[in-house]
C-alpha cells in the first residue's frame, strides 16, 4: 500500500510499504478519508515515518473474533488502542485506558497504526459505524475534528443562547467552532491567523478577534451579554498565555476547557470566580455515538466550509506547510487518489 511519511531525506512525501494484517478482533479498513493533524510534529521534525491517528473509511476484512463490524460497513476509526476490558474502556472512556493492546504484535502485522495510509488496522469495538448518506469526510470529523471540542462542550454544558469562547482556530478550534453553533451557543474565535479568523466568521462565528490586540480581553467582555464574559470558553492550541487569558474573560462559575496539550495557569482567578475546569481529549463513542452522528449530519454546510483542501498522500508537503503556515481551514488526505 501507499503511505505518508516524514522524513527519509525529504520533508514529507508518499512511501511503499507492506499492506497491514488482521487477527483476533481486528478489522483491516480502507481508509478513504484521514483528515490531518498535528502539524507540530512536521514542524518540529518531532516525528519519522508514518503518522496520522484519525480516519474514515470501509472495512474489507475482519479477523475471526470481530463481532461489531462487518465486510462493507462505513466506518470511523478511533484512536489509541485500548485494551477493552478495564473499567474506563467499559464505561466508554477509552481514550484514558492505562493498559493499551499491542496492535501490530497481535496481528504479527508490520504496519496499520497510522491514518495517513491507504490501510488501517483497528478493533472492532473502536470502530463507529456511520450511515452512507454521511461523507467519509465529514464522518472523519468524529476524531479530532469535533471529537475533544463536542467532549468539552457536553463538559461544561454549553446550551443555547450561552456566549463561548474558541481560542485557536486550528484543526481542532474549526470544528470546536462548529459544535458549539450546532448547539445554539453564539461563537467567539480567537486566533493569529486573518485567514482562520474570516473563515470562522463565515462559517458562522459572531465575533473573531487577534489575541495580541493589546485589548482583547475588553473586546471579548465588551461582546458578552452585561459584559461579565463568556459563559464558557476552550482552549485549542498549546500557546502558553492562552489559559491564562480564557480565565481572565470567562464569566464567574463558567466553565474552562483544555484540548491543547500546553501552557500554564494562574489558581487564584479560578479560585476567585468558581471557575469549572476541564480537560478533553476525546469522546466517549459507546455513549454518544448518535448525537456525536447528529451533530456531523447537522452541521454540513458548515463542514463543507471548514474542509477548505484535500490532497492525495503524494501533497503531504504541501498540505502540511500550508498547514503551519495557517492559511487553510481543515485539510483532508485522500489516499486513494492520485
Ligand atoms: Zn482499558
Ligand atoms: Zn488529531
Not at 259 to 282: E, M, N, S, Y
Amino acid at each position: 500500500m501507499k503511505i505518508a511519511e516524514m522524513g527519509g531525506g525529504r520533508e514529507a512525501g508518499v512511501a511503499d510499504a507492506p499492506d497491514p494484517v488482521i487477527a483476533d478482533n481486528y478489522a483491516k479498513v480502507k481508509v478513504l478519508s484521514s483528515p490531518l493533524c498535528t502539524e507540530f510534529q512536521f514542524r518540529d521534525r518531532e516525528r519519522r515515518g508514518c503518522f496520522g491517528h484519525e480516519a474514515g473509511g470501509e472495512v474489507v476484512e475482519v479477523g475471526p473474533k470481530v463481532r461489531h463490524v462487518a465486510v462493507g460497513d462505513r466506518v470511523v476509526v478511533m484512536p489509541q488502542n485500548s485494551c477493552g476490558l478495564c473499567e474506563l474502556c467499559r464505561s466508554g472512556e477509552h481514550i484514558y485506558c492505562r493498559s493499551p493492546r499491542k496492535a501490530l504484535e497481535v496481528c504479527s502485522s508490520q504496519t496499520g497504526r497510522d491514518t495517513a495510509a491507504q490501510y488501517v488496522i483497528q478493533q472492532d469495538w473502536l470502530l463507529m459505524k456511520y450511515p452512507r448518506s454521511i461523507p467519509d469526510d465529514h464522518a472523519a470529523m468524529a476524531c479530532c475534528g469535533f471529537g475533544p471540542s463536542f467532549n468539552a462542550m457536553q463538559s461544561m454544558e454549553v446550551t443555547a443562547g450561552d456566549t463561548v469562547l474558541v481560542a485557536g482556530l486550528g484543526p481542532v478550534g474549526m470544528g470546536a467552532v462548529i459544535v458549539a453553533l450546532h448547539r445554539g451557543a453564539k461563537v467567539i474565535g480567537v486566533d493569529v491567523s486573518d485567514y482562520r479568523r474570516n473563515l470562522v466568521l463565515e462559517i458562522g462565528a459572531s465575533y473573531a478577534f487577534d489575541p495580541t490586540d493589546p485589548d482583547v480581553d475588553q473586546k471579548v467582555r465588551d461582546v458578552t451579554p452585561g459584559g461579565v464574559g463568556v459563559h464558557a470558553s476552550v482552549q485549542c492550541t498549546r500557546v502558553e498565555g492562552v489559559g491564562k487569558f480564557m480565565t481572565r474573560v470567562t464569566r464567574a462559575r463558567g466553565g474552562v476547557a483544555f484540548i491543547g496539550q500546553g501552557g500554564t495557569l494562574d489558581i487564584a482567578p479560578l479560585v476567585g470566580k468558581g471557575l469549572r475546569l476541564f480537560g478533553c481529549w476525546h469522546w466517549n463513542h459507546l455513549r454518544d455515538s448518535e448525537r456525536m452522528l447528529a451533530t456531523i449530519a447537522g452541521s454540513a454546510d458548515r463542514i463543507n466550509k471548514m474542509i477548505t483542501h484535500t490532497f492525495p498522500l503524494s501533497g503531504i508537503e504541501e498540505a502540511f506547510k500550508l498547514q503551519v503556515a495557517g492559511q487553510c481551514g481543515k485539510i483532508v488526505l485522500h489516499p486513494w487518489e492520485e
